[in-house]
């Protein structure tokens, strides 16, 4: 597996993730408001580990690779 394929298959997995995460909010999966806080900030992490991962990659000139898939 090459870099690009890589990093195509990390950054779906945590958009994945973040979409799960954001779905269970909406459809009222959080049992209690400590619970609703750690979901929030996961996604919150989430976000930015992809924003982190995007602005890595531009400067690499792989953003367009990762991007498109």
Same mark, same amino acid.
């Given at each position: 597996m090459d870099l690009v394929s890589f990093l195509s298959k990390y950054q779906k997995s945590l958009q994945q993730r973040m979409d799960d995460i954001t779905t269970s909010i909406?459809?009222?999966?959080?049992?209690?408001?400590?619970?609703?806080?750690?979901?929030?900030?996961? $996604?919150?992490? $989430?976000?930015?580990?992809?924003?982190?991962l995007r602005t890595l990659l531009k400067k690499a000139d792989y953003v367009e690779d990762i991007d498109s898939t």
């Amino acid at each position: 597996m090459d870099l690009v394929s890589f990093l195509s298959k990390y950054q779906k997995s945590l958009q994945q993730r973040m979409d799960d995460i954001t779905t269970s909010i909406s459809s009222g999966g959080a049992k209690d408001m400590e619970a609703y806080r750690a979901m929030c900030g996961e $996604i919150q992490g $989430i976000s930015y580990a992809l924003n982190e991962l995007r602005t890595l990659l531009k400067k690499a000139d792989y953003v367009e690779d990762i991007d498109s898939t």
